[in-house]
């Protein structure tokens, strides 16, 4: 990708990143932000070809992934479990706490949303690109 395609993607983030920040937590504009990146990283995912697989060198699943594997499902399940058990979709609750929920201290201050943000879609991106 040729750098100013990088440099117009980086600043394309960054200002999506501040007028997400600027939403109200738990409002429909807060769910649109979010669902329009994931729309569009799911989009891209499924039209472009698949990569040839190169020749495996190693064992096909390593302990590695498994532990990982086993991390992101129990972090899954404890999400939506929490959600579930919220009074309401737009009511927090802090005795079934989400993983938003609990990172509020860092993410009320508009510097932590923003990086919070930005950290997001850098990581969605990252993940889209593989």
């Given amino acids: ?3 100013r395609t990088e ?9 999506y990143a501040v007028a997400g920040s600027l939403t109200s937590p738990l409002s429909m504009a807060a769910l649109i ?3 329009v990146p994931v729309a569009g990283a799911t989009a891209w995912t499924l039209a472009r070809p698949p990569r040839p697989r190169p020749e ?5 699943v ?3 992934a498994l532990a990982w594997a086993a991390v992101v499902v129990l972090a899954g399940t404890w999400e939506l479990v ?6 309401a979709y737009n009511v927090a609750s802090a005795q079934h706490p989400t993983i938003s929920v609990l990172l509020d201290p860092v993410t009320e201050a508009q510097p932590g949303r923003l990086l919070a943000w930005a950290g997001w879609l850098a990581a969605g991106w990252w993940l889209v690109r593989r």
């Fill in 33 to 35: 932000a979010v669902v």
């Fill in 7 to 15: 440099s117009l993607l980086a600043a394309a983030t960054v200002a």
């Fill in 82 to 87: 929490a959600w579930l058990r919220q009074p």
């Fill in 62 to 64: 390593r302990r590695t």
């Fill in 1 to 3: 990708m040729p750098l």
């Fill in 56 to 60: 495996p060198s190693r064992p096909a």
